[in-house]
């Protein structure tokens, strides 16, 4: 099992940026491709992007690519999410989640999954 811990998020001016990080403990890091979905309120759950477990392979929304960038350090056990030129619409709560299954733009592939953390852009 998994357990990830969620940081990051806050507030942030439309056209501002924003860094979210999501640390893994208990089985090896490694192991795990590392995906991060948000969902805004009325809203379902989305993919956003997911990097694969070296690193190695990322894939991206539509919504956020050119924008946000996802990374890894596998050293320390953490994923990250950098969030740059962001728009109200991104508000949301931002999850990782961990899977070593396929079909990694679906949230039904994950196993493990963070706390959440909220992320509000003003206009």
């Known amino acids: 099992q998994v357990h990830l811990v969620e940081s990051g998020g806050g507030l942030v001016q439309a056209g501002g940026s924003l860094s979210l990080s999501c640390t893994g403990f208990?089985?090896?890091?490694?192991?795990?491709?590392m995906g991060w979905f948000r969902q805004a309120p009325g809203k379902e759950r989305e993919f956003v992007g997911v990097i694969g477990w070296s690193g190695g392979t990322t894939v991206y929304a539509d919504s956020v690519k050119g924008r946000f960038t996802v990374s890894r350090d596998n050293g320390k056990n953490t994923a990250y999410l950098q969030m740059m030129s962001l728009k109200p619409e991104d508000t949301a709560v931002y999850y990782c989640?961990?899977?070593?299954?396929?079909?990694?733009?679906?949230?039904?592939?994950?196993?493990?999954w963070g706390q959440g953390t909220q992320v509000t852009v003003s206009s």
């Open positions: 208990g089985r090896t890091f490694t192991w795990y491709n």
């Open positions: 989640a961990a899977t070593q299954k396929s079909g990694l733009t679906h949230d039904y592939a994950y196993d493990y």
